[in-house]
Each structure stands twice: as C-alpha cells, then as structure tokens.
C-alpha cells in the first residue's frame, strides 16, 4: 500500500484585595519573514499598554510561507472573557502606505481573508479610513520585519497586527487575526501531552517561552490542523532539528499543508468563545457543531464528508457509501468496491456503542498510483479527528490497520473513497475494507500522570505503561520506595503535583522571568513555575495551589521545594507579601503547615518538609499573590524522613 502525500479544599486570603493587572515584561523574540532568527527589541507602547499581552512571534509553518508545503488534493482562548472584543464587530484600517509598493495585494489578501472569517463565525469586520479614528480598532500594518499580534482585545486606538514582507498569505493572517480575537498557539494548551511532544534540548533558549503551557480555555479537541498549531521544527537550534515531534507521523500533513482557511476546529473555538450560537436552536450530529456567521444566520457546521441541515447525512455518489451502525462489540462489515467507475467520491461513516473504538483493515487493494506515489484514486481514513483531512491510501499491497484515535468521537470514524480527482486514470481492481466495533478499556483514559494506554481484549482490560515513580493498575500510586517529582518539563502530565483547576489563577510555566530586575531561569532543566498574572488579570491575596492526587503507600517521606523569591516591597501595602503555604493532609485532616514567605535574594533555595507515614498523605503548595515574585522548580517526594 502506498502512503499518498498529503496534504481540596479551597482557601480565601482575599481581605483588603486590590485589582492589579501586569504585563509580562522582558524582551520580546521574533523571527524574520525569511526565517532567520533574531529579536524584537522594539518595546511595544501603544496608550502605555507596552508588552500587555502582546505575542511577538512569526506565525509561519515549518518552512515559512515562502516556501509552499505539499499539499492534499478544546482553539486556545484566553482564560477571560474581558478579552474577547465587544459586541462582536471588530473595526479595522489598513495603512496602506506601510504595504508600498505591494498596496493592492495586501487589501485584497487582508479583506478575503477578513470574509473567511466573516462566514464562519458571528464576528463582523468594519473598515474605517479616516486615520485619525479614534475609538479601538485593529490596524493592518506593513512596514515590519515580522508577523505578529497582541492577544486579544487589549483596549487600543489602532492595535495593530503586524505583517511584513512575506507575511501575505492567507494561512499567516488568519493565525495573526486568530491571536488579535484572544487565541494562543495551539501547542500552548496545558492538555497538550499525548499529542505532541516538545523537545525542549533542540529549541534555540531565546524562544523557549514560545512552547510554555498556558491557562487557557479549551473548547475541543487538540487540534494538529489548526492554524494556530506551530511547524514541527520552528525555533530549532539548527537546520535539521525537530522542536516538536508526534508519536503518529503519518498525521505530520496536517500540520505542513498549506491553510487556505480556518481548520473545522478552529471555526468551533472562535464560534464558542464568542457565544456565537447562543441564540441559534441547532441540534447537529456526528460531530457536527453549531455556528452563527456575520450576518446573523444559524447553521450546521459539518465534518466534510457529510450534509444535512443536521449533519446526518453523507454526502456521497450515487451507489456507494452509507451510515453503518455496528451495535455490539465484536461486530463488524465489509466495505468493498471490486469495480468502480471515475468520478465517484463515496463516503462511509461508521458508528459503534460507546465503550468501544473502531478499527479498519484492508484486506485487498489495487488503486492507481504515480511513480512519485502521489495516489490518483485512494480511500481516505479519518482515524484522527473527524471534521480534519484524512490519510490517503492506494496501491497494491493490503493489510493496512487504522484505528480510531481516541481524543475526540473515539467510537465514530470516517471512510472516503475518491475516484473524481483524476477522472482519466483507468480504474484498478478496487478495495476491500473490513470495520469492526473493538472493545475499549482505554476510551474513559484511565491511565494517569502522563502513563499510556494499551488496549486489551475486552472494555475491561487495558494496560498503563506509567511514567517514572508511578505504579499500579491506573498509574496512580507511589510505594514506599519511590521517589516522585514535578520539574514542569512535561507539563503536569508526569508530575506529582497537579494544579488545582479550582484556583484563582493558575502557576505560570515559563523558560525566564523578571524577578524585581534580574531576569530568572529555572533552577534545572528549561522550564519553571512562577506565581505571575500571564494569562489573568486576578488580585492581591488571591490564591493558586498544587496538589498531589496519587495513592501513597503509607511511609515516612521528605518533600524537597526548590524555590526563588526577590526581595521587592512596596510601602504603601507592605502586607500584601507573597507567601507560600505548605500544608500536609491525612485525607481532610491538617497535619501541618510551614510558611515561606521571607526572600532569597533572587537566588535558588531549597526547603526540607518531613512527610509522615499515614494512609491518605496529601501535599499541597498554595502560593499567596503578593507583591514578591515567586519561582519553584523540581518537587521532589523521595523516601525516608529529610535528615537521613
């Protein structure tokens, strides 16, 4: 067969409280259209909101959008609706002048592009042209070296979205645009781990903080496709160096094809974030999903490959395709085309009950191909997420296996055929496809902290292959022997510690910080926590807290806290010092509690906590928001008491 290229307990410290808000600060990393790395170090000052939110990143595919990629024949949100811009209409100008001499292309790439978005979602754009309009507004502007936005609505006359030389293609504006409405990259998104993977040691240490998980909202599915999704070896240190990589690598064509529009997902997110439906009454189905556009009309967004008012539908040839309903597991059907005529497109979509996923087997296969294996008549497999292309087979050689990943519609998966693309190409033999209902013991993800699933025969039985420390059925539990950690590398996927999604705000992973001055990176590693407003705008005395959730083995522990706090104050609120809390639980009963609150001169130090041996050990980390900046790094549980 050939592979087509294709395209707790929560505590209030809130007394006194004062509404602050603070950009992040610290130079800001861009690369060139070209590709060729350098900085921004042009402080961005728009009515003293410098450096407020704004994203100064090149938003191009791997190789930039100067060199074309082959192609096929839960978006990432700010975590405050305060950032989406008001009343759904978005005024906008374009300087023309900074374009020259490229002004007409650039309207009409802006303005087509402007359209995209207009029908797939409620936003309306509205050009004005006096240029000395004063109420907020977007502004286009040419005369730069990089393509860039600020994340969301940040309050401006004339928030611009930057797009230099070489930024004019229709995938670089609707990713700028897509951050001007309040999105982050998409892997950005702390539900990242078990998609995609960051090779932290091959990432150039200027643009780390560009692959730090942020708090955000995630409306759907990690999105491969989506234009907000960086290339797999953007900010390498070096030509050939991947900086991300996924475990499935056939998918890879979904992050380099060329965008010509929104992804599905992306539509869904923007549609979502900006409550876009809220008046419409849909129901849609088979991963369908509900959509306004600017003029106020309510529809069905469906996956490609099926129609309706309803998405219950496919939308297929005459004399192929059909909805199959495997109703048990175990059962299956045979999907088989012995001779087929040009100019068909079929489409199956295959359903099975909900403890169970889907698998698809080619049994026989003989579908044109040319020399370079570019399929001329080929079935589509969407084994991945429904509403994104699908990989292409063809060829000679059988046996082929697609199972339904199981992210997103895990028990529903997409079959296509095409014969239309290339009507001159004589016919082969045709295909034979057997699906099946597969039992799933993995679809409720019970593996935890970061451990893998593996599939049994039954919906009860799988087996977790647990990251370092965990054991157990579910990877869930710590022995007496083991030592656990959180080092922030991996997200919290593998860590010990969790983030309490019940928070005020959320610890902040970052490569560096400004610490009162003194720019900080982390004690080991490339990655740390910092108690800083990133992504919220939240108050003085509010509280963010980690906490363990394994299953300890009852034994006496030492908890090891590497941290970092500067030495700021302020005299006119000296009680709203940062501190840290450290609160050891049987279950629901305090055992103790340490307080850190006094600084390190910006240094890293360390802190020894004794664990006793109880049955249901709790460990949490609570950092109290004041004015010091607080950094911690490598959590360490390991056994014996801490002066042994």
């Not at 906008?92 to 978005?117: C, G, R, V, W």
């Not at 560009?210 to 234009?227: C, I, M, Q, R």
Request: charged share 20%; proline share 5%; hydrophobic share 30%.
């Amino acid at each position: 067969m050939q592979k087509c290229r294709s395209e707790k307990r929560q505590r209030s410290y809130a007394r006194g409280v004062i509404r602050i808000r603070i950009s992040p600060g610290g130079l800001i990393t861009c690369i060139s259209p070209g590709g060729r790395y350098g900085f921004c170090d042009d402080e961005l000052d728009i009515n003293s909101l410098a450096q407020d939110y704004a994203e100064r990143q090149t938003d191009y595919l791997s190789d930039g959008p100067h060199k074309l990629p082959t192609s096929q024949s839960k978006r990432t949100f700010q975590i405050d609706y305060e950032w989406r811009w008001p009343n759904r209409t978005i005024q906008y100008a374009i300087d023309y002048a900074s374009f020259h001499p490229n002004q007409a292309s650039a309207e009409s790439k802006i303005k087509s592009t402007l359209a995209l978005m207009e029908q797939a979602t409620c936003i309306r754009w509205e050009e004005v042209t006096d240029p000395n309009y004063p109420y907020h507004h977007i502004n286009f502007y040419g005369n730069t070296t990089s393509c860039a936005s600020y994340v969301g609505y940040i309050r401006a006359v004339g928030q611009k979205i930057w797009l230099g030389p070489g930024c004019l293609w229709t995938s670089v504006i609707l990713h700028e645009i897509l951050h001007a409405l309040g999105a982050w990259h998409e892997q950005e998104r702390p539900d990242r781990q078990g998609n995609i993977n960051v090779l932290f040691e091959n990432i150039a240490p200027y643009a780390v903080y560009n692959f730090a998980w942020k708090h955000t909202h995630e409306y759907g599915p990690y999105d491969l496709g989506s234009v907000l999704q960086y290339g797999l070896s953007s900010f390498a240190k070096q030509s050939g160096l991947a900086s991300m990589s996924i475990s499935d690598t056939d998918l890879e064509y979904l992050i380099s094809n060329t965008k010509e529009d929104l992804s599905f997902y992306d539509k869904y997110r923007v549609n979502q974030y900006y409550d876009c439906p809220a008046t419409c009454s849909l129901t849609c189905l088979n991963g369908g999903f509900e959509k306004m556009n600017s003029d106020g009309d309510c529809s069905c967004e469906c996956p490609d490959g099926l129609t309706g008012s309803n998405c219950s539908q496919v939308d297929t040839s005459a004399g192929c395709g059909e909805i199959i309903d495997l109703t048990s597991p175990g059962s299956s059907q045979i999907i088989e085309m012995t001779s087929y005529n040009t100019d068909l497109l079929c489409t199956w979509l295959i359903k099975t009950p909900t403890d169970t996923t889907i698998k698809a087997t080619v049994e026989s296969l003989d579908l044109p191909y040319s020399t370079n294996n570019n399929c001329y008549h080929f079935l589509i497999f969407k084994d991945y997420l429904i509403g994104e292309p699908g990989k292409q087979a063809c060829g000679d050689t059988p046996g082929a296996v697609y199972s339904k990943d199981i992210h997103d519609n895990y028990n529903m998966m997409m079959i296509q055929f095409d014969s239309a693309s290339y009507p001159d190409i004589t016919p082969g033999a045709g295909f034979r496809v057997k699906v099946e209902a597969v039992p799933s013991g993995c679809y409720s993800n019970p593996c935890k902290f970061g451990a893998t699933c593996q599939e049994g025969s039954s919906v009860d039985q799988y087996t977790c292959t647990c990251s370092e420390g965990f054991s157990g059925q579910n990877c869930d539990e710590v022995t007496a022997s083991a030592t656990v950690r959180s080092t922030f590398e991996k997200d919290y996927a593998g860590s010990i510690f969790q983030q309490d999604p019940t928070s005020a705000f959320w610890w902040s992973v970052l490569s560096n910080y400004n610490f009162d001055g003194t720019t900080v990176f982390p004690n080991s590693g490339q990655l740390f926590a910092v108690m800083v407003p990133y992504l919220r705008v939240f108050y003085l005395y509010t509280t963010t807290t980690v906490r363990t959730e394994a299953k300890f083995e009852a034994a006496e522990r030492c908890l090891n806290m590497t941290y970092i706090m500067d030495n700021k104050t302020n005299a006119n609120w000296p009680q709203y010092y940062t501190k840290i809390l450290v609160t050891v639980l049987d279950g629901e009963t305090v055992l103790n509690e340490y307080t850190y609150s006094n600084h390190t001169d910006t240094m890293w130090r360390y802190a020894l906590v004794d664990l006793p041996a109880v049955n249901d050990l709790k460990v949490e980390i609570t950092g109290v928001y004041g004015w010091n900046t607080f950094g911690m790094d490598d959590l360490v549980i390991f056994p014996g008491p801490c002066g042994v």
